[in-house]
């Protein structure tokens, strides 16, 4: 069967939802592999943060916390300049990812292009923990050229942010928002291909609607193994 387009917020959004039902379990032995995300501006937020990542064995500078709003949806630029941006930073400053320049030439139908690939990502997982929004408001705002081949009902760039982080390896390719987008890991089989050199960061969440809940994953999980 050939890879579909879809829309890329409800691909991302299922991949998200998919790495949520298994969470603590894809973590489970390969803390090193997860960075985990929580709001520095609510301590319960780093409290869960630094009490999954003790005990998934997930090394303290991959716990990462960002200044971000507290209610439960954000902005497009809010996400951009306080979550999206900061965290790709903070992989790269500490080698977890790399990142290496690549062109794809200009032919008679389509412009050139040139932007900066996921090459190597020592982590796979994102844990995003109690505190950080859920959702990105839509733009009215946003303005991209490639819009204007969308249906209309279509044209929206409001988001799940977890979906969102899970396309943060493509962020360097400045993908449109309200465009449909090629879904890399479609009829992928393999799980080792679901990885950021292929475009995918797994994410999945921690949050209920109080921290205590939140913790019940991360006890159940580590009582189940």
Not at 124 to 145: F, H, M, Q, W
């Amino acid at each position: 069967m050939t890879m579909r387009m879809v829309r890329m917020k409800i691909f991302w959004s299922c991949c998200a939802a998919t790495a949520g039902l298994c969470s603590t379990s894809l973590a489970a032995g390969q803390g090193d592999e997860v960075v985990v995300i929580y709001n520095s501006q609510l301590p319960e937020s780093k409290d869960l943060a630094i009490y999954y990542a003790q005990r998934r064995e997930v090394p303290t500078n991959q716990v990462l916390g960002f200044d971000l709003p507290t209610a439960e949806a954000i902005t497009r630029a809010e996400f951009r300049d306080r979550l999206q941006k900061p965290l790709l930073k903070a992989l790269e400053r500490q080698k977890l990812i790399r990142t290496q320049p690549e062109i794809i030439p200009a032919t008679r139908d389509r412009t050139g292009d040139a932007f900066q690939k996921v090459i190597d990502s020592k982590i796979r997982y994102a844990t995003v923990c109690y505190g950080v929004p859920v959702k990105i408001l839509n733009d009215p705002n946003l303005s991209e050229a490639s819009a204007e081949k969308v249906r209309v009902e279509l044209r929206r760039n409001d988001a799940a942010l977890d979906s969102e982080l899970a396309a943060l390896p493509l962020l360097l390719r400045n993908l449109p928002l309200t465009s449909p987008a090629r879904n890399p890991v479609y009829g992928v089989t393999n799980a080792a291909l679901i990885h950021p050199t292929n475009g995918v960061l797994v994410v999945a969440r921690l949050d209920g609607p109080s921290v205590e809940i939140a913790r019940g994953p991360v006890r159940i999980s580590i009582c189940a193994d």
